[in-house]
């Protein structure tokens, strides 16, 4: 090939290797985030700006990330503190002001109780929900309740006070204060124990609790997601008094340990993600106790989003508890009632150990605020009404609505019909609160 011959062979190519270089440096770059030069919030009157800073985890001079402001506008909306949060940016010199605009509920509740089923248990009270005070997130509850229960093989009255209150992020650290105190008093009728049969005796217990401790918040991305642990003492005696009493179990000093795993976003009417939650105590005979026990409870909670209507999920929850040594002198666990298989009356199952499951659909109907709730329970124990003690299982499905008061923080309502699948005294209404 000659010198003609080969650069006119070789020619058209190169120009195109130099079209194609040229073409590369003429796409332009993209444009660089603009950062944030201010961040304004609007509709919280009552929680203080640091809380949502906190959760929204951006500052002056970040950029304005699309994706890390959705992200802390979710974990602002996870506080459960708020009907809407909505994070804008308006173009400003040097950059964006982030607006994040909020619509509070009402943290303040207080509320009459009342509960009865198809035994003729009645109780009533009422209850004290302030869910975010001083603006900071913390939250009190105080309720008092009276009760009757004339069909209940533990009970006949009962009186009963407790308080609690958690303090997140305190003194704006990663720590959380948790406190709880209890007083209950009780008329509790005699068992005959060689019939195992309930008499028309009674005597009266006094139950006082005490627990304080502290935890340990270990999430730091947006929007929240990962471990709490935690710890701390719990304090508790019975007391008895009456002709028929039978002696004190006295008091027990425990240590308390914690560990949660939180993975739930909230979205008003409903949730996805999951929750674990263990707790264990343990006290020592002569250790500020009068007798040894060890307690354990794990408590499980996943919601998914089905189909593509908002809010249809379905939801599969578990518990499991056993307690070892301690006085013996009464069950621990109890399941049956308007929470757990709610197909059976109220501590139509008790032992020292427990298990429950449930799988539960749920869709709305017409609102959002209003779903229905179909479901299939269950679970046992060590003891039940059967006279068993081999923690067989006991099973039913139901039906119902749950209602979600949205502009309250934390209120739900469920009532429905539940069938036994065994044993039980056919369907039981169930109707609860919280």
Known sequence: MNRL????????????????????????????????????????????????????????????????????????????????????????????????????KYHLLVVPRVDASSDRDVSYGAQLRWSNVWGLNHRLNLTVESGDFPEERDRREEDDARLSYRAPYLFDTPY????????????????????????????????????????????TDRPRSGWIVGGGLFWQRQDTSGDFAPPPDGEALALVGTAEF???????????????????????????????????NVDYFQSKALGETPHQTWEVVGSAGLITGG??????????????????????LEGNRFYYGSLQYLRPLKWNWLRLLAFV??????????????????????????????????????AGWAYPLRGGEGVNFFASGH
């Open 176 to 219: 959380e204060l948790r406190a709880r105190l209890e007083r209950l008093e009780r008329m509790t009728p005699v068992i005959d124990l060689a019939t195992n049969e309930v008499t028309d005796d009674t005597f009266d217990e006094t139950f006082d609790q005490v627990e304080i401790g502290l935890a340990r918040d270990l999430r």
């Open 5 to 104: 011959s080969f650069v006119t062979y070789c020619l058209p190519g190169l120009l195109m290797c130099a079209h194609a270089s040229t073409a590369a440096a003429q796409v332009p770059e993209p444009e660089p985030v603009p950062r944030i030069v201010e961040i304004r919030l609007s509709g919280n009157e009552k929680t203080r700006d640091k809380v949502i800073l906190r959760e929204l985890d951006l500052a002056p001079g970040d950029p304005a990330d699309p994706g890390a402001i959705e992200n802390g506008r979710q974990a602002v909306l996870d506080l459960g503190l708020f009907r809407t949060v909505e994070a804008t940016t308006q173009p400003v010199p040097g950059g964006v002001v982030l607006n994040v605009d909020m619509r509070e």
């Open 377 to 414: 329970e269950v679970g046992g124990t060590d003891d039940d009404r059967e006279g068993l003690r081999d923690g067989s299982p006991y099973a039913d499905i139901g039906v119902g609505v749950r209602i979600r008061l949205t502009w309250f923080v934390n209120v739900e309502i469920e």
């Open 327 to 348: 006085p013996n002198s009464r069950n621990e666990f109890s399941l049956g009632g308007s929470s757990r298989l709610r197909g059976y009356d109220s501590d139509d």
């Open 262 to 296: 939180d993975d739930v976003r909230f979205h008003l009417y409903s949730e996805t993600g999951r929750r674990f939650n263990a707790r264990v105590e343990a006290a020592g005979s002569g250790l500020g106790s009068d007798y040894s026990y060890t307690r354990s």
